[in-house]
């Protein structure tokens, strides 16, 4: 028999598109234009798989997922999201509340059947474990921003804060500076368990070792010098809640050892006290280092490393994003025009290019800097690429100075080839020529990326 697919989205075009996809590939496959069409045909239908939009009339995603996580009998069906609206907060809440996988449009028919073919699978396995716990007599229950974003790596993201947020696994968040850490813990914190209690941060690298350990663990009135009360510490300040720190990497080895005891027993004493505390908070850390290489230099405890590796994000520089970039500026553009009261207006059609052909070796937070400068020397005019600092109309970052003379000296339409043309072969270059990790690396499918190769004669 063949699997059943449902389909539930208001577009009616791609409705009709992926379900005759899906048949074609021998699915049988039901149609619902909202979620209460779809709530009745499952009143007699059980599928093998939904494919959801977010965002509908009367019944969106999130009501749909609540309502199969609700139902015993359909908590198993794997749900796929199909969505314009990539935000990560509904990235985050859709994979949190269950669904299999999370794609936006428009996205290629080829890669949607390849899921499809993934999540089925999965069913099916999950279906023979709950069968065998069944005969075996165990009962277990079926599983139940700020950031923003739509690329492939972003999701990526989004999906594993979806997966670790209700856990109390510590959680180790890689990437380079300004790409984003602290913002990837907070969505963490917001969507755990722990939400209604304390975010606590502590940059590590901020203070000197004997300040941070107070800091970090309190102390008594008359521990040293000017210690003339007892002081909290950050960990008690966590209790019930999360403590993030940051750039972990800088931690001295002598409070990289309190630290693992800390992980271990979740026990602490204030400095110049005895008394020993126990704790009930979640750790969240952050580097923009390389920890395994720093262990092989023995500058980092190996085993610190590993009870803080126990789940890893990384997450991606904005040069490995570059779908992001102009999702991100207007975000900024709205925030600094509000805040500085100045009217917005919008980006130029070279400024966008210009954006996008940059490396930003700051990432996000360089782009953010950027932005708030372009709006107030704007001044509720067009944002121009004079109105950004000179090192990104000269591609100082890094990228080619020779593409940009030509970009900016051609007409428009030709511009925009040149930039593509130059996108793709870098694209490649760093795919190493997978065709495939490169139309990934450009967000595009990969057939788009095939014409784009004839057209601009880019040889394998």
Not at 111 to 125: F, G, K, M, Y
Not at 231 to 248: M, P, Q, S
Request: charged letters at 25%; glycine letters at 6%.
């Amino acid at each position: 028999m063949s699997d059943l697919i449902l389909i539930i989205d208001d577009e009616a075009n791609l409705r009709r598109t992926l379900a005759q996809i899906l048949r074609e590939r021998g699915y049988a496959v039901l149609e619902a234009s909202n979620g209460v069409e779809a709530i009745e045909l499952l009143r007699h239908s059980i599928p093998d798989l939904i494919f959801s939009d977010w965002k509908m009339p009367e019944m969106g995603g999130e009501q749909i997922l609540r309502y199969l996580r609700d139902a015993p009998h359909l908590a198993m069906i794997p749900v796929i999201v199909i969505t314009a609206f990539g935000s990560s907060d509904s990235a985050i809440e859709a994979v949190r509340l269950g669904a299999y996988d999370f794609v936006t449009k428009p996205f290629d028919l080829d890669e949607i059947s390849l899921t499809a073919e993934r999540a089925l699978a999965h069913s099916s396995l999950n279906r023979d474990v709950a069968e065998l716990r069944s005969k075996a007599g165990h009962n277990g229950n079926p599983p139940a921003g700020r950031l923003i974003g739509t690329s492939g790596p972003m999701l990526e993201v989004f999906k594993m804060i979806g997966k670790v947020a209700e856990t109390d696994s510590t959680v180790l968040i890689c990437g380079e500076s300004g790409t984003g850490k602290e913002l990837v813990a907070e969505a963490i914190h917001k969507y755990s368990q722990r939400k209604a209690k304390r975010f606590i941060v502590v940059n590590c690298a901020a203070l000197p070792d004997h300040l941070l350990e107070s800091e970090l663990f309190g102390h008594e009135r008359g521990a040293f010098t000017d210690a003339i009360t007892r002081k909290i510490g950050r960990f008690e300040l966590a209790e019930g809640g999360t403590i993030f720190l940051d750039e972990i990497g800088e931690l001295s080895p002598s409070l990289q050892a309190k630290l693992l005891r800390v992980l271990q027993e979740r026990t602490f004493e204030r400095v110049g006290g005895t008394e020993t505390i126990a704790g009930d908070f979640r750790v969240l850390a952050a580097t923009n280092r390389d920890l395994e290489a720093t262990v092989a230099e023995k500058l980092f405890r190996e085993d610190l490393f590993y009870r803080l590796n126990v789940v890893r994000i990384s997450v991606p520089p904005l040069r490995e994003r570059r779908s992001d970039i102009v999702t991100l500026a207007e975000h900024f553009l709205r925030r600094y025009s509000e805040e500085n009261n100045i009217p917005t207006v919008g980006f130029s059609d070279d400024s966008i290019l210009m954006l996008q052909a940059y490396s930003f070796p700051g990432n996000v937070r360089e782009l953010e800097n950027m932005v708030e400068r372009a709006v107030v020397m704007a001044r509720g005019r067009v944002v121009m690429p004079n109105h950004f600092p000179t090192r990104v109309e000269t591609g100082q970052s890094g990228s080619s100075r020779e593409v940009q003379v030509d970009l900016f000296s051609l007409p428009f339409h030709k511009s925009v080839a040149e930039l593509e043309k130059h996108l793709i072969k870098n694209a490649l270059r760093d795919a190493a020529g997978n065709k495939t990790e490169a139309a990934n690396r450009l967000q595009i499918n990969r057939r788009l990326l095939y014409k784009k190769m004839v057209d601009y004669e880019i040889k394998d």
